[in-house]
């Protein structure tokens, strides 16, 4: 209790020595109350039977709806949609942390080789920029591309083979999914392992060449243990969200020719809540999905530091 005191008491009197940094500190809790504490109400529709006419207002709904426990989620896992849409997931998200996952460590290390400035900065300019395009742009330009009468059907159709469905072809558009993801995406993550490269000691790179280590050996002996650190802060980021793979992504590319296979958690809550209007069951999933994301990324950093001595906190 005494320290518990004392701990309290030293905060105060931190706080009263830098008021001007926890006034800065307002505007940023006030956006967290507002958008992400103030909502967490609504998780009680998972566990009612929601009528959006029940009350005066969604919120007053919410209070007066009857209360029926965990039926709404006895529902979901008794669908088949639901089996369906979580291997979806789980099978996109798999095959972009495979596919897509060391490509920008692997960019950052070239990048970083580049001797000429302009051209680095060139480079790093064109791997980046996809990054600010939205995902309805993406769209657009891909489809131009490989659409059934883009620029990649012609030259084929041009050379006398079948053009290929690759918006509409269910073995073809999770690979269309992972690589426009990787073409947007790259770029970003490739700057975090940038920043993480230029912060390792270049007195390390010295010592390292004076021992006789070529390029390859600094690149192994140094870079990567330098980057460790970042890679794995940004693995364990992408466990914990693998159950969520794109929401815009997928529901711009995606028709319903694809949806046996590209139709996945986050747009089927879209089209129960926004489609047919099921409230209860859509929060449900919602709820499963957060769950199951924190279970992950505890279980990833819990991991990460028994084996590695690495993680998060």
Known sequence: MMKAKQSIGRFFRYVRRHPMMYLMLIP?????????FAPLYGILIAFKDYNIFAGSNPIDAIAKSPWVGFANFERLFKSSE??????????????KILFLF????????????????????????????????????????????????????NVIAALGHARIKFFTDT????????????????????????AAITGIDIALYEAASVDGANKWKQIWHVTMPG?????VLMFILKVGYILDTGFEQVLVFYNPAVYDVADIIQTYVYRLGMGQMDFPLSTALGLFNSVVAFVLI????????????????
């Open 171 to 194: 073995g073809i558009f999770r690979w269309l999914l992972v690589f426009t993801e990787g073409w947007k995406e790259i770029g970003y993550n490739t700057v975090i392992y940038l």
């Open 227 to 231: 980057l460790l650190p970042t890679i």
């Open 298 to 313: 505890v279980s990833a950093n819990m991991i990460s530091k028994k084996l590695i001595h690495r993680s998060i906190w």
């Open 102 to 153: 060391p490509i920008p460590v692997i960019c950052a290390i070239l990048l970083n080789e580049i001797r000429n400035k302009a051209f680095r900065k060139l480079s790093q300019t064109a791997i980046y920029v996809p990054y600010f395009f939205s995902w309805v742009v993406v769209f657009g330009i891909f489809y131009s591309l490989f659409g059934s009468y883009g620029v990649v059907n």
């Open 82 to 95: 639901f089996i369906k849409v979580l291997v979806n997931t789980l099978i996109i998200n798999g095959m």
């Open 28 to 36: 940023g809790l006030f956006f967290l109350f507002i958008y992400k």
